[in-house]
């Protein structure tokens, strides 16, 4: 499904039910059609590639530092914190975390308010900027999310900037917005020919605009955003948060948080063999696949629970496992890993003899 960048899209997304099976016990398979089969089989891989959102320890931080700013942004007139900023490199699950949160509170102010069908109030915006956004076609992009046609792209190009960035502030005070959300931020450059600074955009506009921020994107602190004097100013008003994925399992304790999230994993997936609890076995070697990676974990989980499926084998083994493929970042830290890990063992060893 494409990113929900514009209204209705969202408006999608949030109402967005997830899709789920049965599980037959293996004989009733062995009874069924051909054609049964493959019908089944196939609602077993959508239900595999759906996006889930699991609460990773990364979205509970993200979680309980959105709900402080926006009861400051309530609560308070200074308008000193109301920025959150989502960092991290590719696949550690920003998008989906900022999504999240954003439906979040989408359905609870939508009930608080009882109004859950008003499509006249629109609390949460998310905008996903596109590749060289200068400050003005971010404006554009925000007057493209609400969709009106007196802001049709036709319009808004022959509009200054300033002209857009009123009309899209008037129709966020309009539509009651109160949660922005700027994903892919990195990609917003300046303009300097047309003497455009993509933090003096973005100050003046959150400056005027009543509403909690949250930007995600990748290294935020080198991004162009929080360049220059304007730009020092903006960071200096923002909390971040690095997403950081998971670290290294302690085996020996039950509740350590990556044995739960592949847990929560492995009763997602339809696969008729899979015993619960299972993946345990193999938690350190997907840890050391994925290094803790979110995005990582799913290729690789989806990957196998595919393979199981082709198989037969329905549970997924070590050696399925390592058939399954995946991002070459991770695959890069792994063999950078195992050669550091492999040269502290041998000047181990080294210190050894020299000690003998
Ligand atoms: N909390 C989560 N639970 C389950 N799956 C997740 C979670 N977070 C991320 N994923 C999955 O991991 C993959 C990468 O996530 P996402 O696209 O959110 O990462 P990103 O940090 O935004 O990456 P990029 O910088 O490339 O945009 C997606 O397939 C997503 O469904
Ligand atoms: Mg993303």
């Keep these: 499904m494409a990113a929900p960048t514009t209204l209705s899209r969202w408006m999608a997304f949030r109402q967005r039910?997830?899709?789920?099976?049965?599980?037959?016990?293996?004989?009733?398979?062995?009874?069924?059609?051909?054609?049964?089969?493959?019908?089944?089989?196939?609602?077993?891989?959508?239900?595999?590639?759906?996006?889930?959102?699991?609460?990773?320890?990364?979205?509970?931080?993200?979680?309980?530092?959105?709900?402080?700013?926006?009861?400051?942004?309530?609560?308070?007139?200074?308008?000193?914190?109301?920025?959150?900023?989502?960092?991290?490199?590719?696949?550690?699950?920003?998008?989906?975390?900022?999504?999240?949160?954003?439906?979040?509170?989408?359905?609870?102010w939508r009930k608080q308010e009882g109004r859950n069908d008003d499509e006249s109030f629109i609390p949460v915006v998310y905008v996903g900027v596109e590749p060289a956004t200068t400050p003005k076609s971010l404006m554009e992009s925000l007057a493209a999310f609400f969709n009106l046609p007196q802001y049709d792209l036709s319009v808004t190009r022959r509009m200054t900037q300033s002209q857009i960035k009123r009309a899209v502030v008037e129709t966020m005070e309009r539509a009651g917005t109160r949660l922005v959300i700027l994903d892919e931020v990195h990609n917003i450059r300046s303009n300097r020919q047309a003497g455009m600074d993509a933090a003096t955009t973005m100050k003046m506009f959150t400056d005027e605009i009543d509403a909690t921020f949250v930007i995600a994107g990748i290294d935020l602190d080198r991004a162009e955003l929080f360049q220059g004097d304007m730009g020092l100013q903006l960071d200096g008003r923002r909390r971040a948060h690095d997403m950081r994925g998971y670290s290294r399992p302690?085996?020996?304790?039950?509740?350590?948080?990556?044995?739960?999230?592949?847990?929560?994993?492995?009763?997602?997936?339809?696969?008729?063999?899979?015993?619960?609890?299972?993946?345990?076995?193999?938690?350190?070697?997907?840890?050391?696949?994925?290094?803790?990676?979110?995005?990582?974990?799913?290729?690789?989980?989806?990957?196998?629970?595919?393979?199981?499926?082709?198989?037969?084998?329905?549970?997924?083994?070590?050696?399925?496992?390592?058939?399954?493929?995946?991002?070459?970042?991770?695959?890069?830290?792994?063999?950078?890993?195992?050669?550091?890990?492999?040269?502290?063992?041998?000047?181990?060893?080294?210190?050894?003899?020299?000690?003998?």
């Excluded at 997830?18 to 016990?25: A, H, I, P, Q």
């Design 250 to 356: 302690n085996m020996n304790d039950d509740e350590d948080p990556w044995l739960t999230f592949l847990d929560a994993w492995e009763e997602d997936l339809p696969l008729l063999k899979q015993a619960p609890s299972s993946l345990r076995q193999h938690a350190s070697y997907i840890w050391d696949r994925t290094s803790g990676s979110v995005g990582s974990v799913r290729a690789l989980l989806a990957g196998a629970a595919r393979a199981a499926i082709l198989s037969g084998e329905e549970s997924i083994s070590r050696p399925t496992l390592e058939g399954v493929g995946i991002d070459a970042h991770a695959e890069a830290e792994r063999r950078t890993r195992a050669k550091s890990e492999s040269s502290t063992k041998a000047s181990a060893a080294t210190g050894r003899k020299k000690a003998g």
């Design 17 to 108: 039910e997830r899709l789920t099976c049965d599980l037959v016990d293996s004989e009733a398979l062995t009874s069924m059609s051909k054609g049964e089969v493959e019908d089944y089989n196939d609602l077993r891989r959508r239900v595999i590639s759906q996006d889930r959102v699991f609460y990773t320890p990364d979205l509970e931080s993200l979680e309980l530092m959105l709900a402080d700013l926006l009861a400051d942004q309530m609560e308070s007139s200074s308008v000193a914190s109301h920025m959150l900023s989502v960092s991290g490199r590719s696949g550690m699950g920003k998008s989906t975390a900022v999504q999240a949160l954003g439906r979040f509170y989408d359905r609870r």
